[in-house]
């Protein structure tokens, strides 16, 4: 059995500790991880629904236009990690949820607001396109719906 000094000490570190993360910053998107997630059907709309703001990419591994998109895709998690969930998903090994989007090009961006569509962009773009429709997602930008 522990000693009260012992056990003063557990309560000390652990009241420590409770005083350290309540003075950390809220994360604005706790699941943002600064990689591109892989999605599959199984675990989509778990995933999506429980993020804030989420950019989806459509693609396929045939697709050039794809393979472009990949690095911008992953400069981009890496710059707005803690901000911004981003996500991969094949539409030729997931075509339930493929078919719940009528995706039919890709690359295809769907952007998640709050577990919801809020918009999207088809076809290959420009970093600074991107970074412009992040922007405006998390209201830091123009109007919110001018990218879709």
Same mark, same amino acid.
């Given at each position: 059995m522990l000693s009260d000094d012992e056990l003063e000490k557990i309560r000390q570190r652990k009241l420590q500790l409770l005083i350290e993360r309540a003075q950390k910053p809220k994360v604005p998107e706790p699941m943002a991880n600064g =990689?591109?997630?892989?999605?599959?059907?199984?675990?989509?709309?778990? %995933?999506?629904?429980?993020?804030?703001?989420?950019? =989806?990419?459509?693609?396929?591994?045939?697709?050039?236009?794809?393979? %472009?998109?990949?690095?911008?895709?992953?400069?981009l998690a890496q710059e707005y990690k803690e901000q911004v969930y981003f996500a991969k998903i094949d539409i030729d090994r997931n075509r339930m949820t493929v078919a719940q989007f009528g995706v039919q090009s890709v690359p295809m961006i769907i952007v998640f607001k709050n577990g919801k569509v809020a918009g999207s962009l088809p076809g290959l773009r420009s970093y600074s396109d991107y970074e412009m429709a992040i922007k405006q997602v998390l209201g830091k930008g123009p109007d919110e719906s001018s990218y879709v």
């Amino acid at each position: 059995m522990l000693s009260d000094d012992e056990l003063e000490k557990i309560r000390q570190r652990k009241l420590q500790l409770l005083i350290e993360r309540a003075q950390k910053p809220k994360v604005p998107e706790p699941m943002a991880n600064g =990689v591109v997630n892989q999605l599959y059907d199984h675990n989509f709309w778990q %995933t999506i629904s429980s993020t804030k703001v989420a950019f =989806v990419d459509f693609y396929g591994e045939w697709c050039a236009p794809c393979k %472009t998109l990949a690095p911008i895709f992953a400069d981009l998690a890496q710059e707005y990690k803690e901000q911004v969930y981003f996500a991969k998903i094949d539409i030729d090994r997931n075509r339930m949820t493929v078919a719940q989007f009528g995706v039919q090009s890709v690359p295809m961006i769907i952007v998640f607001k709050n577990g919801k569509v809020a918009g999207s962009l088809p076809g290959l773009r420009s970093y600074s396109d991107y970074e412009m429709a992040i922007k405006q997602v998390l209201g830091k930008g123009p109007d919110e719906s001018s990218y879709v």
